[in-house]
């Protein structure tokens, strides 16, 4: 996993249109911009960054410190035979254990300095903090695909055209079948990478047989459906590396268990902590203006946590 880019600190002498850091130090009540902030709640993102974070990391609202529960993934499942009350005994009791653990959410964001002789129309501030957004978004995205890598079980597999008849169905629903062996909850979201889903397709094709043309032409909420999981998608999202566009998700295919609207002790595998701000939204917004230039801040608090790294799977595909 690459490692997320170093920005600049945003030390007030930063040049126009460089995106630095955000300094909690130069943010002030005077500063705080309520329109642009309320522009945030209702912003819709049209690279579809925010959607896939949420699939990968369903967020849970939490006060800036909170507590959570990793549970004993066996105790759902323990049985007994001595369940039969006595007269005049009480039934036996069940005490569901846990390790609580304290943490909080982590103050994030970015500032861009905007000269006023390279803005035009009226909705200029709109359009920085929507950039903003989408950054930040995209840095959670990151930061979530690289803590699902950091705790799952990793296998190498060979979809190509040249390893005899790869079967890349099978090779997930033998995961999806061991992970469910260990945790007894089946992992129900699938995320596979740009290139995978591609040597997946690459694969069948070559097989050029009508159960591999069948298998080929599935859509991708057909193959949740074969291979008994709430959903599967594809993440083709980038971001600028050193010197090139780099994909968040490459040669890989991850499965694991999440749900959406989901509460801090719920048995998701990740989960992304936000505090909410003024009035529920999810970000703060400043501008600090001034002659020649504005520079605008957007601000929120999240932290990005595995609850559970048992049944997390990870496939590292190669085509040969």
Not at 61 to 73: G, L, Y
Not at 82 to 98: L, N, P, Y
Not at 231 to 239: C, D, F, K, L, P
């Amino acid at each position: 996993m690459n490692s997320v880019e170093i920005l600049p600190k945003d030390d007030g002498f930063q040049d126009y249109g460089l995106v630095c850091a955000a300094n909690e130090a130069r943010f002030s009540a005077a500063n705080y911009s309520e329109p642009l902030t309320a522009f945030t709640v209702g912003w819709k993102d049209s690279e579809k960054i925010e959607d896939l974070l949420n699939f990968v990391a369903p967020v849970v609202p939490v006060a800036r410190r909170f507590e959570f529960k990793v549970a004993d993934n066996n105790e759902p499942f323990l049985s007994e035979t001595d369940d039969i009350r006595s007269i005049g005994s009480a039934f036996k009791r069940v005490e569901f254990t846990g390790t609580s653990v304290t943490s909080k959410t982590y103050n994030k964001g970015l500032t861009i300095r905007v000269d006023h002789d390279d803005v035009a129309g009226d909705d200029w501030r709109e359009r920085y903090v929507q950039l903003l957004l989408q950054r930040l978004y995209r840095n959670e995205l990151r930061r979530a695909i690289s803590a699902l890598s950091g705790s799952a079980v990793s296998k190498n597999c060979v979809w190509g055209n040249t390893s005899g008849t790869p079967n890349p169905d099978a090779d997930i629903r033998a995961e999806l079948e061991a992970a469910t062996n260990v945790t007894g909850i089946r992992p129900n979201r699938i995320i596979f990478g740009e290139g995978a889903w591609g040597m997946r397709s690459d694969a069948y094709d070559f097989q050029n047989n009508a159960g591999a043309n069948r298998s080929a032409g599935l859509s991708l909420e057909e193959l949740a459906g074969r291979l008994f999981v709430d959903e599967a998608r594809v993440m083709g999202a980038r971001y600028q590396d050193v010197s090139s566009k780099t994909a968040i998700l490459g040669n890989e295919v991850y499965m694991f268990y999440a749900r959406n609207g989901v509460m801090k002790d719920e048995p998701s595998n990740i989960k992304r902590f936000v505090t909410p701000v003024d009035g529920g939204s999810m970000f703060r917004v400043y501008v600090d203006e001034r002659s020649k230039f504005s520079d605008i801040t957007v601000e929120h608090y999240s932290n990005i946590v595995v609850t559970s790294t048992i049944g997390i799977s990870k496939l590292v595909v190669s085509a040969s």
